[in-house]
């Protein structure tokens, strides 16, 4: 089956960094997305990645390894306003998104 | 950027009644269009892919006869959830793709939160 795994729930302090991990197993692959979600509103987009490498958007990075089946979203400079929920999904070989359950991140002072 | 609007972005509705959804691209034509349906603290779960002018792919799971979805042009798909239950109640959020072969960016509607009583 099709699976992709990130933590349920991550903490950091406001000005620190953090590292939110993705891992995929999915028939095909034709990318891997992030998506920011605030409580009560439609995920926006923050990066995607097809090829291996780190791809790098202001405070925010994101790394793919497609050997691995890995990828991580790298948050800079956290500010309270990144409190929210980052979802990792893959697009498979049928251009199908699949979705990760999203890692909640809570940024405290 | 890309702009998906939604209508209503909240409503409640008594138990029985049907609801409909609108979701519109509005400065892009969509060729695809997808709805999906979040609970409370869970992920989004893909409900049904629709393109312009032939019948939605449902998930497994998911009633076709009661989440009516049609996508009459290229830049408006409704959802329809009929005779509306309690259980029914979530937040809907829809999202379109482009018509370019290089466009792989599903862009998100705001979501509509539906609330049956």
């Known amino acids: 089956g099709q699976n992709i795994d990130q933590p349920t729930e991550m903490t950091a302090t406001e000005g620190a960094i953090v590292q939110i991990n993705c891992t995929y197993q999915?028939?095909?692959?034709?990318?891997l997305f992030w998506y920011q979600q605030h409580a009560g509103e439609a995920p926006t987009f923050l990066s995607y990645?097809?090829l291996d490498g780190l791809e790098e958007k202001g405070r925010f990075s994101s790394f793919l390894s497609r050997s691995k089946g890995y990828s991580y979203l790298l948050l800079k400079e956290l500010q309270m306003k990144d409190s929210a929920s980052y979802l990792c999904?893959?697009?498979?070989?049928?251009?199908?998104?699949?979705w990760g359950a999203g890692t909640k991140l809570i940024i405290k002072p | 950027g890309a702009v998906v609007s939604q209508h209503p972005s909240r409503v409640i509705c008594k138990s029985g009644t049907s609801v409909k959804i609108e979701c519109r691209s509005l400065?892009?034509?969509?060729?695809?269009m997808f709805w999906y349906r979040q609970f409370p603290k869970q992920s989004l779960m893909l409900m049904a892919t629709?393109?312009?002018?032939?019948?939605?792919?449902?998930e497994q799971g998911v009633e076709k006869d009661k989440f009516l979805i049609n996508h009459a042009s290229l830049t408006l798909s409704t959802l329809t959830v009929t005779s509306a239950h309690p259980e029914d109640s979530s937040f809907y959020i829809c999202?379109?793709?482009?018509?370019?072969?290089?466009?792989?960016?599903?862009?998100f509607g705001p979501g509509t939160r539906l609330t049956v009583t």
């Open positions: 400065d892009f034509q969509a060729t695809t």
């Open positions: 999904a893959v697009t498979d070989s049928n251009y199908q998104l699949i």
């Open positions: 999915t028939s095909g692959f034709n990318g």
């Open positions: 629709s393109n312009e002018g032939s019948k939605a792919t449902y």
């Open positions: 999202s379109a793709k482009g018509t370019s072969g290089g466009d792989y960016e599903q862009y």
């Open positions: 990645n097809v």
